[in-house]
Nanobody, 127 residues
Framework: QVQLAESGGGLVQPGGSLRLSCAAS????????MGWFRQAPGKEREFVAA????????NYADDLKGRFTISRDNAKNTVYLQMNSLKPEDTAVYYC????????????????????WGQGTQVTVSS
């Protein structure tokens, strides 16, 4: 089992920045690839970003490239999502998720490819 706990959400003005954190506990964190997803009100959950177990490979939703950055610190068992130039349409609950690094790498954007999920953290972008 892997337990995930997100933090860092909140209210931010358009154009502002936030950094989300996701702390992992349980099984060996460095054996897991990590992802961030989000779910806006009335919409389905969607892929945001993913990082490999080593941190050497990252992937992003096409429309978020350049504004969002995913990273991880395996010494701290934590994955981060740096969000810049935030827009009202970024308002959502953000979830981190974990999957064994042995899973097929090309499935990084699929919810079904992740075994463990956090409870989510609310991000609201509004003036």
């Amino acid at each position: 089992q892997v337990q995930l706990a997100e933090s860092g959400g909140g209210l931010v003005q358009p154009g502002g920045s936030l950094r989300l954190s996701c702390a992992a506990s349980g099984r060996t964190y460095s054996n897991f690839a990590m992802g961030w997803f989000r779910q806006a009100p009335g919409k389905e959950r969607e892929f945001v970003a993913a990082v490999s177990s080593s941190g050497g490979t990252t992937n992003y939703a096409d429309d978020l490239k350049g504004r969002f950055t995913i990273s991880r610190d395996n010494a701290k068992n934590t994955v981060y999502l740096q969000m810049n130039s935030l827009k009202p349409e970024d308002t959502a609950v953000y979830y981190c998720a974990a999957r064994p690094s042995t899973y097929k790498a090309s499935t990084y954007s699929r919810e079904s490819a992740y075994d463990y999920w956090g409870q989510g953290t609310q991000v609201t972008v509004s003036s």
